[in-house]
């Protein structure tokens, strides 16, 4: 049984208490009546214990019902696909599948239980909606800095905007985002490629296809349906006085390199438009906020739109044109898993799928049809490691390797035997770039070192003299923030969520393949897991990407010559044990965008509250900022 209970609200200068249901096991704190406000509780859309056992009851045969139904279902299309290899089934005719089609053929009994067990369960877990946003408003803040959203590489929806033949079909729908791109990936997969994947030479358009991001809240708030992104936030800032007013989504393609965003979609021209617009209109410097691959895409900006030839903005422009920015979960060093992406099509989400799974996967998305699809778009390669060998570790250390660590993640890839030069020897991060560039086309090798770079500079002429060359612009360790000294820099990120750190790879016999070498999933060992030494950070970006900039690397004067505010506030990630998402406390690189607390601090930086924000550190990242091999000039 459970029961409704009032909790402190986390999060810097939170005061009040919200509601939530506990287990009964731990019994509520007694409260006066008198300080729980009627209306208070009925903002809260809870469901009565006795209307959730009525429904495990009653529902449970219905549920097991439906279920069954549509496992039937589902069942049905997977033979049918598995058939479709074999040439026994033609799916030319299930192209015009749409919804309705598909409705008429389910039974209504399923239907109808399908929209009430959904509505029923939606009640049970949207009961904190909002509540963020009415906590703050009842404290006196509201909207003040407009905001500039800039979401990550999953957040944005691209659509077709192509009108030749082959594309009328997609005009409009989303290949990614959307239940559009499954249909399309499921029934012909060789069309969504070519719609999916850029020019290999160029890096843009391939010749009769157009994929657009698209636009609006609605590119960023939802990933599919019933699978949110920035809808939390958006819902929050709504509660305090947000609208498409003074609230804006810079979505781009992701799938473009950064000077191509610039080329083919004038992404940085609008982004200054929009900046510029929203200040001159509300008299309030606005409020940029990223997260993950958009913390790069922005950092990029703030070079661009200074850089003569380029913004031509001149070096006082973000300081004019910018409050804050809130960089989320940034990797600002690069997504480690981006470099196994690239090399053989694979991750810790793939390596660790169960045998049957991978089964089902390499039949239907080969690694190498990952790794080509990955490798033709360079934007997911802005991703790739930064800091070398100095941020990262050598063959025998890492800043953030722990006590009696067996394995130091300085080798980032390792072979367990190396007997050719597919698995010469083990790896730092600085040698795994070269080979990856080594053992992969001409055409990745040169869109990579074309578009981007992975060093480190030591003195402040290097960072001077980079300011002039675009390649450097995404790299933090290259480069320097903007002379804005009244610019405040937030660094929100999650922390405690098994992170991929380090690999350990074969060689690949597979004789089909034109892989070379491929993650050693059947080593298990120790703290290795399906060939993944897991390390520290929010489960997708490392500790040391998301925070060593913000802790240590903008302390450095060359970096920061204007002296710009940084602060840092980790989020530990204490996920509910039955949340699929993870509920208001998680962590993790994407969920914690619904995160009470993170919702708590954007909406006090919009509310030009942001100097109440003290910082907060639940991770060692000082002590392994400290460990890493740049300093000062003067040392």
């Known amino acids: 049984m459970f029961l409704l209970r009032r909790r402190k609200l986390d999060g810097p200068g939170a005061e009040g208490y919200r509601q ?107 009961y904190d909606s909002f509540s963020v946003g009415l906590h703050l408003q009842s404290q006196g803040i509201k909207a003040k800095h407009p905001v500039i959203m800039i979401p990550g590489v999953i957040s944005t929806g691209l659509e077709s905007w192509g009108t030749e033949e082959k594309s009328r079909q997609y005009f409009r729908k989303r290949l990614w985002g959307s239940w559009s791109m499954m249909r399309a990936l499921v029934l012909d997969k060789a069309s969504w490629k070519r719609h999916i994947m850029l020019d290999k030479i160029t890096g843009l358009d391939p010749p009769g296809i157009k994929l657009r991001a698209a636009q609006g809240f609605d590119a960023a708030d939802f990933f599919v349906t019933g699978y949110w992104i920035w809808n939390k936030i958006l819902e929050n800032l709504a509660t305090i006085g947000y609208d498409p007013s003074n609230a804006f989504t810079a979505a781009y393609d992701w799938r473009l390199s950064y000077a191509n965003l610039e080329t083919r979609d004038q992404y940085f021209t609008r982004l200054k438009a929009y900046i510029e617009t929203a200040a001159r209109i509300s008299k309030t410097k606005p409020v940029l906020v990223s997260h993950s691959m958009g913390s790069q895409v922005l950092f990029y900006f703030l070079h661009w739109v200074q850089a003569e030839g380029h913004g031509g903005g001149g070096p006082r422009w973000v300081d004019t044109y910018v409050d804050s920015w809130i960089n989320i979960s940034g990797c600002m060093l690069g997504a480690l898993k ?100 080594e053992h992969t086309d001409s055409w990745y090798k040169h869109q990579v070192l074309s578009s981007y770079s992975h060093g480190v500079a030591h003195t402040r002429a290097e960072v001077e003299d980079n300011e002039r060359d675009p390649r450097k612009w995404i790299n933090p360790l290259e480069t320097r923030l903007p002379h804005a000294p009244n610019l405040k820099i937030y660094c929100f990120y999650g922390i405690g969520k098994s992170t991929e750190r380090s690999y350990f790879y074969r060689e690949d016999h597979d004789p089909l393949s034109k892989l070379n070498v491929t993650i050693d999933t059947a080593l298990t060992n120790g703290a290795v897991d399906h060939g993944i030494v897991p390390g520290e950070g929010d489960g997708t970006v490392s500790l040391l990407s998301n925070g060593y900039m913000c802790a240590k690397g903008w302390k450095i004067q060359r970096y920061n010559p204007a002296g710009a505010r940084v602060k840092v506030y980790e989020m530990p990630h204490e996920p509910e044990r039955f949340s699929p998402r993870g509920g208001p406390n998680t962590g993790d690189h994407v969920d914690i965008l619904g995160r009470s607390s993170l919702n708590d601090l954007i909406l006090r930086v919009a509310g030009g509250q942001g100097d109440q924000i003290e910082e907060n550190y639940v991770s060692d990242i000082r002590e392994y900022s400290e460990k890493v091999k740049i300093y000062n000039d003067d040392r």
């Open 338 to 437: 981006g470099f196994p992406a690239a090399m053989s099509g694979e991750m810790k989400d793939t390596a660790q799928l169960n045998a049957f799974a991978v089964y089902g996967l390499e039949r239907f998305l080969s690694r190498e049809e990952r790794a080509e699809i990955f490798r033709a778009m360079p934007g997911i390669s802005s991703m790739l490691p930064k800091g070398g060998n100095a941020v990262w570790g050598n063959k025998t250390w890492a800043p953030d390797d722990l006590p009696d660590q067996k394995v130091s993640y300085g080798t980032f890839i390792n072979f367990k035997e190396s007997n050719s030069t597919h698995s010469p020897r083990n790896l730092t991060v600085d040698e795994s770039l070269d080979y990856l560039l």
């Open 20 to 126: 939530e249901i506990v287990p009964e096991e731990f019994p509520p704190e007694e409260i006066p009546p008198e300080e729980i406000p009627p209306e208070e509780v009925e903002e809260v859309r809870l469901v009565p214990v006795s209307k959730l056992k009525a429904l495990t009851r009653k529902k449970s045969k219905r549920r097991n019902g439906l279920i069954f139904g549509l496992g039937g279902l589902f069942g049905i299309i997977v033979a049918a696909f598995f058939a479709n290899q074999s040439d026994v089934i033609n799916f030319e005719g299930l192209m015009d599948l749409n919804l309705d089609t598909l409705l008429d053929v389910i039974p209504a009994g399923i239907i109808r239980d399908a929209k009430e067990l959904t509505q029923n369960e939606r009640e049970a877990v949207n």
